[in-house]
């Protein structure tokens, strides 16, 4: 039987509050209204911000079905939709792309408008949730929520992907992949012979290397206080791992050691610490050195910082999905996934039942897992 043009009970994944779990229950998805897009999920990966989510370090409106790197089919399509059909194979899309707003006609733009990102309501363009749990509303994550069964987007957050593309690979490029490869490529622009440094070896910092490498990096320096992830990051191009464990020096100071007192070109800083974004600032070259910010900084996290660091030359960079324009992106990104351009094997640790969500992130707070993907 169709389901189109009727509500759907499904399971999802609720933050009933701040530090509070993820609870599976059964809510109710609402068709999808003009321009909206409901989507069956099949995997979703899990990132650590779906963990600053539920720990209450982004603020978000509770309760909330997080969730944001995912791979789906298209279950109905609201009126005036021409993006994507029943049964497309797609990716909800955390960053938006509407094509219409000042940052989206920009090349060098990526932010939409449209983006839930800062603005954290969690709901859709008319003010409404199409998530309801007990005849309440529940609110959405970034313009997208994949820790349930079905979920309903605007057509600016979603994005046809090849039929064959692999689930499990295919999210990574929801988030993961495209906010580390992209901040190597786009954002930093990394140049072929240059020394990069990547602060914090996870799901998103593991594709920064992937793009160090890949643009023609000649030294790739990975740091982590987890050694246990140095042979995935060497696997992937990292030519040296340090923990700043083992260091009673700074750790900025020892990578101006490192590289003979001139810092690295590109610093990456994929933690989201303030402790880790000054070093990371400070390790790369004073006159040329580019620094990247991709780790989400906590919502009430204030720097202090001597503007010295700045007035030599340095570049300090956010990045938010790498710089990427999700819906020109993405696809592309899918496609040289699937023809082995990059090796995405490592990546993808854990393969769990969507039923083990909590399991999943007990994986990550452990940090025994790069990406567990959910599979539905
Ligand atoms: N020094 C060195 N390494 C550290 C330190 C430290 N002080 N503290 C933690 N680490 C290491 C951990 O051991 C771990 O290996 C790594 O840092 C962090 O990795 P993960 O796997 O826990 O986290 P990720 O890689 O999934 O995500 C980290 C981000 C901070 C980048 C995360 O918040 C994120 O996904 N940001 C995405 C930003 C974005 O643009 N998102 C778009 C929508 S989400
Ligand atoms: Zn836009
Ligand atoms: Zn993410």
Redesign the pocket.
């Known amino acids: 039987m169709s389901t189109s043009g009727n509500v759907i009970k499904c399971k999802a994944a609720i933050v009933f509050e701040a530090k509070g779990p993820f609870k599976i229950v059964e809510i109710e998805v609402a068709p999808p209204k003009a321009h909206e897009v409901r989507i069956k999920i099949l995997g979703t990966g899990i990132?650590?911000?779906d963990?600053?989510v539920q720990a209450g370090a982004i603020k978000v409106n509770y309760p909330v079905i997080p969730g944001?790197?995912a791979v789906g089919i298209v279950e109905s399509i609201g009126e005036g939709v021409t993006c994507v059909k029943p049964g497309d194979k797609v990716i909800p899309l955390?960053?938006p792309q509407c094509g219409r707003c000042p940052p989206c006609k920009n090349p060098e733009g990526n932010m939409c408008q449209k983006s839930d990102?800062l603005t954290a309501k969690g709901v859709m363009y008319d003010g409404t949730s199409r998530f309801s749990y007990k005849g309440k509303p529940v609110h959405n994550f970034?313009n997208t929520s994949t820790f349930t069964e079905y979920t309903v987007v605007h057509e600016d957050a979603v994005v046809k992907i090849d039929p064959a593309a692999p689930i499990e690979k295919a999210c990574l490029m929801g988030?993961?992949f495209s906010?580390?490869y992209g901040a190597a490529t786009k954002t930093a622009k990394v140049t072929p012979g240059s020394t990069c440094a990547v602060?914090?070896?996870?799901?998103?910092?593991?594709p920064v290397i992937i793009g160090c490498k890949t643009s023609g990096a000649s030294r790739i320096i990975g740091?982590?206080?987890?050694k246990a992830?140095f042979p995935i990051a060497k696997e992937l191009g990292a030519t040296e791992c340090i923990?700043?464990l083992d260091f009673k020096k700074p750790?900025n100071e020892v990578l101006l050691d490192m590289t003979d007192g001139e810092g690295v070109d590109y610093s990456f800083e994929?933690?989201?610490?303030t402790?880790?974004m000054a070093a990371a600032l400070a390790s790369c070259n004073l006159n040329y050195g580019v620094s990247v910010m991709?780790?989400?900084p906590p919502s009430a996290a204030e720097m202090t910082l001597s503007p010295r660091l700045i007035f030599t030359g340095r570049t300090w960079k956010g990045?938010?999905?790498?710089g990427l324009k999700s819906k020109d992106d993405i696809p592309k990104l899918v496609l040289a996934g699937m023809e082995k351009k990059f090796n995405l094997d490592p990546l993808v640790t854990h393969v769990l039942p969507f039923e083990k969500i909590n399991e999943g992130f007990e994986l990550?707070h452990k940090?025994q897992?790069?990406?567990t993907v959910l599979k539905m």
Do not use: A, M, Q
Request: proline residues 2%.
């Open positions: 990132c650590r911000t963990e600053h944001h790197e955390c960053l990102f970034v988030c993961g906010t580390g602060f914090g070896l996870g799901g998103v910092g593991l740091i982590d206080i987890n992830k923990s700043p750790i994929v933690i989201g610490h402790d880790t991709v780790g989400v990045s938010v999905f790498g990550l940090g897992s790069i990406r």
